[in-house]
């Protein structure tokens, strides 16, 4: 069960949490046992990330306010991180989904985006991380945030997440489950099939001998037999 209020020590990456919902075993594999192997994929992940994050970008546009790498945390699902950009659009009247910017006039409605090299995916690993984004956010300037955005350097465009209960109580369970196996120090050994073929830990990780394991320990055991018969 998610603690209610992690302190400061045993805060996770928040970005993990994307890593945890496409693969435990990959996210176990990088902030369990510190492994890491970049492949094509993250390292263009990497360069296309240097260009958007900008702690020095943060500009306005009329009604627009826009803050670029900005720190992030959330005590009641244990993550901080940085969220690539939040935007701040300014409302004329005060309400739940509205926030005070410190020295600037009027309400503002925090929108969060975070940008991916690739495309949509076929599954919620990239929502879930925004959604975590958005409760981060929503913990630290005391609103509510109910749409953000993910922008696809791929395809050039936005998709627009709606952070529902259901993607709420998603990602609150997918958070509890990583602070479950980090503090227990657990490895998880669950694999994913097609999409391992592109992960940057494959060579680490040795899926197919996994999905064979009870296949392993029976040829293993088969060895042993005929070591003993030989020294019989």
């Not at 263009?44 to 009329?62: I, Q, Y």
């Not at 350097?153 to 993607?167: D, G, H, I, K, Y």
């Not at 990602?171 to 980090?182: C, D, G």
Request: contains cysteine; neutral net charge; glycine residues 6%.
């Amino acid at each position: 069960m998610a603690n209610s209020n992690y302190s400061d020590e045993v805060l996770l990456l928040l970005s993990g949490i994307q890593h945890f919902a496409f693969c435990e075993r990959q996210w176990s594999l990088i902030h369990i046992e510190q492994v890491w192997q970049e492949n094509l994929l993250t390292v263009e992940g990497h360069h296309f990330h240097e260009k958007v994050d900008d702690p020095f970008g943060d500009e306005s546009r009329g009604d627009l306010r826009i803050v670029r790498s900005m720190p992030i945390m959330s005590r009641t699902l244990g993550l901080q991180g940085v969220a690539d950009m939040v935007e701040f659009r300014k409302q004329s009247v005060r309400g739940p989904d509205v926030v005070s910017l410190g020295g600037i006039e009027g309400y503002w409605r925090p929108r969060p985006v975070e940008f991916k090299r690739g495309k949509p995916k076929p599954d919620d690993r990239d929502a879930v991380q925004l959604c975590a984004q958005a409760i981060c956010v929503e913990e630290m300037m005391q609103t509510s945030i109910t749409h953000g955005d993910i922008y696809y350097w791929q395809t050039r465009r936005r998709q627009t997440v709606e952070f529902s209960s259901a993607l709420r109580t998603r990602t609150r369970e997918l958070a509890a489950r990583m602070h479950e196996l980090f503090e227990a120090g657990i490895t998880a050994t669950n694999v994913k099939n097609k999409p391992c073929q592109n992960c940057s830990l494959k060579d680490v990780c040795q899926p197919k001998l996994l999905r064979k394991r009870q296949s392993v320990a029976q040829y293993i055991s088969s060895m042993l037999l005929l070591g003993e018969e030989a020294y019989r």
